[in-house]
């Protein structure tokens, strides 16, 4: 038998959408904008997974003159805690240099704490804007885990429970909260509490390239219907083949061995899953999205869908320019997108 080989690069797919910049993304970075001359401090989270696909540059131009800090999420998800994830987060905090950056899983105290710190040092060592405490806003793309850390900063700086609702799809948070105090005043330093907004994801107005676009897809930046869910499992299929991670698979649900036939493949999972329609025929859709959500939730393989390089900083920057920062280009973009949804359901329909 001859020995499996991975694709060498995924299949290009122009009818996958570029857009999923939203009425209540405009809206939303509208009123941050209009508030930050009563914000102290900018967090704006990235997802770790992709922390070059998921930076938003309109959160650069919108939201200019406040100090910012970078927190890339679900840390625990993008790495195993190795030498390579390591130097990956070093090269990552060498690119931002001097800003400060900080990695984080919410589950972690430690990671948690960390940022505490920073922002309760922020809040002693500046001004604040208002009387009650130096007021943070959370920034960041829909879904990247801005309200799973509002709720653990809340819960280690106060002790108390949630204030932001959570889910697994993008689109919880449609509207700016108030402010959520996640530190008490510090009678020595004479700083005030320090309170945190939470904010709805704000999505980059267009895409540049179909990779992208499933990378962001595939962590969960933008609803599941979004793009189909089969082309979603291929994708996460090719990744796992590249990272050799084809074991994860292979034992359950394709034991004839690795493969690049993502049919093949959901067949299997649909009929060890037990997700079958009419007629015991396998549910690939229900398939590829139970694979894809065991991906989010680590429990097939932890590992980084960016290239993360000295070079590939520099690409991103360069194609930073097409991602369009004003509103007017975001305006055009969500038309363009709306119609292009409506193709895509109107095929559906024909089909």
């Known amino acids: ?50 922390p070059l696909t998921s930076r938003n540059p309109m959160f650069e131009e919108s939201l200019a003159g406040r100090q910012r800090l970078v927190v890339y999420t679900k840390r625990d998800l993008g790495g195993e805690g190795s030498e390579l994830d390591r130097r990956r987060e ?12 900080l990695f984080s899983d919410h589950k972690s105290k430690r990671d948690t704490k960390a940022i505490l710190a920073l922002a309760r040092a922020h809040a002693a060592s500046s001004p604040s804007t208002s009387l009650a405490g130096a007021r943070m806003l959370v920034v960041g793309m829909p879904n990247v885990g801005k309200s799973s850390l509002l709720n653990a900063l809340r819960h280690v700086g106060v002790g108390r429970g949630k204030a932001a609702h959570t889910g697994a799809q993008p689109g919880i948070t449609r509207k700016i909260g108030t402010g959520v105090k996640i530190a008490d005043p510090d009678e020595a330093s004479g700083a005030g509490g320090v ?8 999505f980059v107005p267009y895409v540049p390239n179909a990779e992208a676009m499933l990378k962001l897809a595939l962590v969960g930046c933008v609803k599941d219907t979004v793009v189909p869910p089969a082309t979603l499992a291929d994708y996460l299929l090719y990744r796992l083949n590249q990272h050799g991670l084809s074991a994860l698979y292979t034992r359950a649900y394709h034991p004839a061995g690795p493969t690049n036939d993502v049919a093949a493949l959901l ?10 329609g009419r007629g015991g025929a396998p549910d690939l859709d229900a ?7 065991r991906w989010r ?45 409506s193709r895509v359901r109107g095929r559906h329909i024909d089909g």
Request: hydrophobic residues 40%; aromatic residues 6%.
């Open 195 to 202: 309170y945190l907004l939470d904010t709805p994801g704000v």
């Open 267 to 276: 067949a299997g999972i649909a009929q060890a899953t037990g997700r079958l």
């Open 287 to 293: 398939a590829a999205l139970w694979l894809v959500q």
């Open 297 to 341: 939730q680590g429990q097939l393989g932890r590992f980084v869908l960016d290239d993360v390089s000295a070079g590939a900083w520099e690409r991103q920057s360069a194609r930073d320019g097409l991602l369009g920062g004003s509103l007017n280009q975001a305006k055009r973009a969500e038309r363009e997108g709306r119609r292009e949804r």
């Open 90 to 101: 070093d090269l990552i905090r060498h690119q931002h240099h001097p800003s400060t950056v």
């Open 1 to 50: 038998m001859a020995a499996f080989v991975p694709r060498p690069s995924f299949p290009a797919l122009s009818a996958v959408p570029r857009s999923y910049f939203l009425g209540h993304h405009r809206a939303g970075l509208s009123k941050m904008k209009a508030m930050l001359s009563r914000i102290d401090l900018v967090i704006e989270c990235r997802d770790a997974r992709v």
